[in-house]
Nanobody
Framework: QVQLVESGGGLVQAGGSLRLSCVAS????????MGWFRQAPGKEREAVAA????????DYTDSVKGRFTISRDNAKNTIYLQMNSLKPEDTAVYYC???????????????WGRGTQVTVSS
């Protein structure tokens, strides 16, 4: 059974930092682009960051550039999202995903995690 399990969410004050982790199990994910999406209440789910299988290429949505960093450790089947300088508008459920074209208008997601809540207080 394929699973993506996120952790690391929580409550943090504006300007603070959090690191999310996503552990993949059930198969080898080195062939997928991995990424993070988020969904705030009343809003559509949006892609936040993505990373290629070898970690050589990363991409970010404009609102998090310079503040968030995505990385992966294929030996551990784990990806990370380091989030710095957090803002209240970053509050959302963050989902780990595996697929292709994750930051395109039509992402192809093969697997989703269940999500982890990030709340940023002002």
């Amino acid at each position: 059974q394929v699973q993506l399990v996120e952790s690391g969410g929580g409550l943090v004050q504006a300007g603070g930092s959090l690191r999310l982790s996503c552990v993949a199990s059930g198969r080898t994910f080195s062939s997928y682009v991995m990424g993070w999406f988020r969904q705030a209440p009343g809003k559509e789910r949006e892609a936040v960051a993505a990373i290629t299988w070898n970690g050589g290429t990363t991409d970010y949505t404009d609102s998090v550039k310079g503040r968030f960093t995505i990385s992966r450790d294929n030996a551990k089947n784990t990806i990370y999202l380091q989030m710095n300088s957090l803002k209240p508008e970053d509050t959302a459920v963050y989902y780990c995903a595996a697929g292709r074209f994750l930051l395109s208008p039509r992402p192809q997601v093969n697997y989703w995690g269940r999500g982890t809540q990030v709340t940023v207080s002002s």
